[in-house]
């Protein structure tokens, strides 16, 4: 059984906010909500992690749902760079650092 | 800098020829992981482990060998090489924090390996 789905595809156009949608309704109480993204057959690259609140760093933003079924991974101003699949990962609390990557979502940024 | 380092980047060999892909981090991590990624399966974990001298299987270990002798060091090995081990592998390192919050896996470049 999958542990996250995700669409398949995305697109947006340059400048503008790419939100990137996961479900995860299975999650359990000690399961964080990763994300990582991979350009073009490139080593994947962390980008943020979750467990209940919203988190923001440098890269995106991360929306947790109250119910923690499902995440959004927000990227504010979209760049031709960004274009990349994006994995949503959901994994114990830290200390087991075994990371199980789906399918992800492709995401295409257009000038 | 931080990074991890994998060598070969690219590889061509026949079936049945032993081959080690070394993988390095200078970041002190305890955990490393190797993975494959092919097309439509996605990622795929090999081996991981956890510090030096401790190692263990993860999804797809068939066909694959490990050694953990030094913290910085996990490298890969194909004692025999088979066709259905083509593949583009990734190595990763992470920090082993139980309490932190703070946790990411860092990827090497990949090494696209062809048997043919």
């Known amino acids: 059984d999958a542990k996250t789905t995700q669409p398949t595809s995305m697109d947006c156009a340059e400048g503008r906010a790419a939100n990137l949608p996961c479900n995860h309704s299975t999650i359990s109480g000690n399961e964080y909500v990763y994300w990582y993204r991979q350009i073009h057959s490139q080593g994947p690259q962390y980008i943020i992690h979750?467990?209940?609140n919203n988190e923001t760093n440098e890269m995106a933003s991360l929306i947790i749902t109250e119910d923690r079924k499902s995440s959004t991974l927000i990227l504010p101003h979209a760049t031709l760079r960004d274009t990349a699949v994006y994995y949503c990962i959901v994994s114990p609390s830290p200390g087991y650092s075994t990371l199980t990557f789906g399918k992800g979502t492709m995401l295409l940024v257009s000038p | 800098e931080a990074q991890v380092t994998q060598n070969p980047r690219y590889l061509i060999t026949v079936t049945g020829k032993k081959l080690t892909v070394t993988c390095s981090q200078n970041m002190n991590h305890e955990y490393m992981s190797w993975y494959r990624q092919d097309p439509g399966l996605g990622l795929r974990q090999i081996y991981y482990s956890m510090n030096v001298e401790v190692t263990d299987k993860g999804d797809v270990p068939e066909g694959y060998k490990v050694s953990r002798k030094e913290k910085r060091n996990f490298p890969l090995i194909l004692e025999s090489p088979s066709p259905n081990q083509t593949s583009l592998y990734f190595c990763?390192?992470?920090?082993?924090?139980?309490?932190?919050?703070?946790?990411?896996?860092?990827f090497g470049p990949g090494t696209r390996l062809t048997v043919t």
């Open positions: 990763a390192s992470s920090l082993f924090s139980g309490t932190s919050g703070r946790y990411e896996q860092y």
């Open positions: 979750g467990l209940k």
